[in-house]
């Protein structure tokens, strides 16, 4: 690399690096530092009461759990991802927004969910919460949706020649893709399992609800210690544990998608996607949209039954009630302002997102070495950190030299913070994919870095862009764990509303969270499905 390529890398690598120096490091850096010299001291002691208090248990749980949940959600999420990248059908676009729903879910609320269906007196008639099956079963239904846009975005530009080629040579369907289909997949295949590994070992909200206390991962005893036991030295050694295996996983994850990373011809979705023209194309068709459809629209049908089912009949009672004052004579969520700021929130967190993710990407992908491989693993590490202490050390530290803690900027900093990995997944793959040819080619015929960028590289990520950007949006409308610790009363998102109405007694105030939840799962999905149609003039066929 010259001289002048390492500098532009620089530059580009700039921007994200301040990012999460400010945003992260310090933060972090600020509560694991009250936590641990809480007067100035080093207090060591922690270390062993955590030892002594059942944290290799703890920790082992978390692992194990977080690895069976990604194995389980690949195998089930990989029929849908193929057919979405592979058949056009009427409804695709509709069903892909639908599909994102489930992932930004406010944990209370698919806890809910489930526990009228698998809980006591459920529809199911199985009992199985508090169970390990309950939580292996709600990360499934998070976490569907991000092997169905990592996966299949990368799946629906693959040229399906090769395949036809392979199968005219005498290989089977199964040799086909474990031989030509698998390989080129691997790059996807890695970011998705570790984004739904990162998510499943930080579990919270659904090992508390659905497990119960026998069932406790490391983010759940953060919160414990931190909130409930005000440990905060036992608080950090955790995060630090938590931190340590988020990064252990990460190092190797981009050093596999590193060696994997393979240059192939992508081809416009437009030309790889068909009409099913057989039978059994039809039926296998049919058979995994209503199999996938059956198993994320099924608690969200729950939900919104809830929210009809007044009691003394069907009807928008809940929903009308948003509106009126509680006993206290206020309202206790005003349901335009929580939309209002929900969007708003999400806005400006997807437009950081995008900006930091794709100059990221752009260095991870276009450097290899082991700078690129800490790098990313510095990008990701929000993900595997808690959300308890994201916040906390965002009240701590964002203070100078611009005070942001009392600024409604700092929510959508935090959500942009979960949000950037998400943009680094889904476009690193199709970048790293691109043939390198194709850019010199460019570079050859005289085009500047810059408009080898927009010509070359733009056009063929702008997919895997438009779903990164999903993403982000809906992560910013489902985030709950940071958001509560940082948000002010008067501006209060969707999931807060949502948990205080879960939060007073009565069945009123749980109709009117439930309906609260319809709303957030509405305007999520129009949000995807929006980001999906905006994608630059002339390159929707990408």
Do not use: C
Not at 73 to 97: C, Q, W
Not at 219 to 232: K, Q, S
Request: no cysteine; glycine share 10%.
């Amino acid at each position: 690399m010259t001289a002048r390529s390492r500098l532009a890398l620089a530059v580009v690598a700039a921007p994200p690096l301040v990012f999460l120096l400010a945003f992260f490091v310090w933060p972090v850096a600020s509560i694991v530092a009250t936590g641990l010299f809480p007067s100035g001291r080093f207090a060591g002691g922690a270390f062993r009461r955590a030892v002594e208090g059942g944290l290799p248990g703890v920790a082992w749980f978390t692992l194990w759990q977080a690895a069976a949940s990604t194995v389980l959600t690949l195998l089930v999420a990989l029929p849908g991802a193929y057919v979405f990248a592979r058949y056009d059908f009427p409804g695709k676009r509709l069903l892909r927004a639908l599909f994102a729903v489930p992932f930004v879910l406010p944990t209370v609320v698919v806890g809910t969910a489930f526990l009228a269906l698998i809980g006591p007196g459920g529809l199911l008639g199985i009992r199985l919460d508090g169970t390990i099956w309950a939580i292996l079963a709600a990360h499934v239904f998070f976490n569907v949706a991000v092997v169905l846009r990592t996966v299949g975005g990368l799946w629906s530009h693959l040229d399906p020649r090769l395949e036809e080629a392979a199968r005219l040579l005498g290989a089977s369907r199964g040799q086909v893709f474990t031989r030509v289909t698998l390989p080129l997949l691997r790059p996807a295949l890695a970011a998705a399992a570790s984004l739904v590994f990162l998510f499943t070992f930080t579990s919270f909200g659904t090992v508390l609800l659905l497990g119960g206390p026998g069932l406790a991962t490391l983010e759940v005893e953060i919160y414990r210690h931190t909130t409930a036991l005000f440990d905060l030295p036992l608080a950090a050694v955790l995060a630090l544990v938590q931190m340590a295996g988020v990064t252990a996983v990460l190092l190797a994850y981009s050093r596999y998608q590193e060696r994997r990373a393979v240059e192939q011809a992508l081809r416009p979705a437009i030309e790889v996607a068909r009409r099913p023209g057989t039978p059994a194309e039809r039926a296998l068709v049919g058979g995994t949209v209503a199999g996938t459809a059956l198993l994320l629209l099924g608690p969200p049908a729950v939900l919104v039954a809830r929210s009809l089912n007044t009691g003394e009949g069907w009807g928008l009672g809940y929903y009308r009630a948003l509106g009126r004052p509680g006993r206290a004579g206020a309202l206790l969520v005003d349901p335009l302002r929580a939309v209002g700021n929900s969007v708003s929130f999400a806005l400006v967190a997807t437009a950081v997102a995008l900006v930091v993710g794709l100059l990221a990407a752009v260095v991870i992908a276009y450097h290899r070495g082991r700078a690129s491989r800490w790098f990313d693993t510095l990008l990701m590490l929000p993900l595997g950190t808690s959300a308890v202490t994201i916040g906390f050390g965002f009240l701590l530290a964002l203070d100078a030299p611009v005070d942001l803690r009392s600024s409604w900027l700092l929510i959508p900093l935090a959500h942009a913070l979960v949000a950037v990995p998400f943009v680094v997944r889904a476009v690193v793959p199709v970048m790293r994919a691109v043939r390198t040819r194709l850019r010199e080619a460019a570079a050859v015929l005289g085009a500047p870095p810059r408009r080898v960028w927009r010509e070359v590289d733009l056009p063929l990520v702008s997919r895997a862009a438009a779903a990164g950007a999903g993403f982000a949006a809906a992560v910013s409308l489902g985030e709950f764990g940071a958001t509560a610790f940082i948000a002010r009363p008067d501006t209060p998102t969707l999931p807060l509303a949502v948990f205080r109405f879960l939060g007073q007694p009565g069945r009123l105030n749980f109709g009117r969270a439930m309906a609260m939840s319809v709303i957030l799962m509405v305007v999520t999905a129009a949000a995807v499905a929006l980001i999906d149609r905006l994608r630059p003039p002339g390159l929707e066929e990408f």
